[in-house]
């Protein structure tokens, strides 16, 4: 069973910080160009961070950069998304994903015909 589950979530106050988990099972993501996805009220989907399989490369959205790290853990079969600075803006429902293309911008981001994604988790940045 291929299955993707996040953690972490929940409510942060502006300018705090959250780390959202994502712990594979059924597959390893050592084979993945793997990532985040994120979808607010009313806006498209869009990814924000990707981390490939080899080389070690991130990629991120302007909008989160400098604020935002992706990482994995092999021995955990895990990938994080350690999130900093956070602003209202950030709320939304994040989910993690393999086979992660990244684009110019976030809305352009997608994910390959053999890639799996999460359920989601809520994200609620506010005061």
């Known amino acids: 069973q291929v299955q993707l589950v996040e953690s972490g979530g929940g409510l942060v106050q502006p300018g705090g910080s959250a780390r959202l988990s994502c712990a594979a099972s059924?597959?390893?993501?050592?084979?993945?160009?793997i990532g985040w996805f994120r979808q607010a009220p009313g806006k498209e989907r869009e990814g924000v961070a990707c981390?490939?399989?080899?080389?070690?490369?991130?990629y991120y959205e302007d909008s989160v950069k400098d604020r935002f790290t992706i990482s994995r853990d092999k021995a955990k079969n895990t990938v994080y998304l350690q999130m900093d600075s956070l602003r209202p803006e950030d709320t939304a429902v994040y989910y993690c994903?393999?086979?992660?293309?990244?684009?110019?911008?976030?809305?352009?981001?997608?994910?390959?015909?053999?890639?799996?994604w999460g359920q989601g988790i809520h994200v609620n940045v506010s005061s």
């Open positions: 994903a393999t086979d992660v293309v990244p684009g110019p911008k976030g809305s352009s981001w997608y994910v390959g015909s053999y890639g799996s």
């Open positions: 059924g597959f390893s993501l050592d084979y993945y160009d």
């Open positions: 981390l490939t399989s080899s080389g070690g490369a991130t």
